[in-house]
């Protein structure tokens, strides 16, 4: 089983503040890792997908980056609708398997 | 608009049985693949099964493997779950997910949840 590894668990922000978060998978799995948005009391919302590709709709300020174990989340200039809990996932091999989560909180 | 809709979920004995039902809509269901993926309470998801577009092919964690069953009826655009033998740590709230491919991929478009508690 892939092991994905998530730091930091819990990061306070300021509003235009830049946000990183980064995820480590146990072993090389390419470019297969997602990255997903958990708001209270919502499902999980697709955020990015295959390390970097962007997702129509989402805003520009959130990329990502990394391939093989090492991975980036970056939220540009940070903004109060962005606190949320974020998730990476791999898919690269069953079963299928996600990071433990970074919680964004805003100052 | 693609719509997820879970439903069956509730408070179930351990050792007991419960069937999820996902009604999907606003895409072509027989050529994706589903997934079930669960949230324990405070925890982050955690995949459960996967079943392929034409409904041949599934997948199932250890965690869950014998005990439930993953199948759809394109006709119907539903999904389902079928878990039996529940045990207490099978409490969580139970999404069905899209998927982007094949068999397993990146999970495109969530439904809203349902939970399902185990106790006695």
């Known amino acids: 089983e892939i092991v994905l590894t998530q730091s930091p668990d819990f990061q306070s922000v300021t509003p235009k503040e830049k946000v990183t978060i980064t995820c480590r998978a146990s072993?090389?799995?390419?470019?297969?890792l997602h990255w997903y948005q958990q708001k209270p009391d919502q499902s999980p919302k697709l955020l990015i997908r295959?390390?970097?590709q962007s997702i129509s709709g989402v805003p520009s300020r959130f990329s990502g980056s990394g391939s093989g174990t090492d991975f980036t989340l970056t939220i540009n200039s940070l903004e109060a609708a962005d606190a949320a809990t974020y998730y990476c996932?791999?898919?690269?091999?069953?079963?299928?398997?996600f990071g433990g989560g970074t919680k964004v909180e805003i100052k | 608009e693609v719509q997820l809709v879970e439903s069956g979920g509730g408070l179930v004995r351990p050792g007991g049985s419960l069937r999820l039902s996902c009604a999907a809509s606003?895409?072509?269901?027989?050529?994706?693949?589903m997934n079930w993926v669960r949230q324990a309470p405070g925890k982050g998801p955690e995949w459960v099964s996967a079943?392929?577009?034409?409904?041949?092919?599934?997948y199932y964690a250890d965690s869950v493997k014998g005990r439930f069953t993953i199948s759809r009826d394109n006709s119907k655009t539903a999904l389902y779950l079928q878990m039996n033998s529940l045990r207490a740590d099978d409490t969580a709230i139970y999404y069905c997910?899209?998927?982007?491919?094949?068999?397993?991929?990146?999970?495109?478009?969530w439904g809203q949840g349902t939970l399902v508690t185990v106790s006695s």
């Open positions: 997910a899209k998927v982007d491919a094949p068999y397993w991929g990146e999970f495109d478009y």
């Open positions: 606003g895409f072509i269901f027989s050529n994706y693949a």
């Open positions: 079943i392929s577009g034409s409904g041949g092919t599934t």
């Open positions: 072993q090389s799995i390419g470019s297969s």
């Open positions: 295959y390390a970097s």
């Open positions: 996932h791999q898919s690269s091999s069953l079963p299928l398997t």
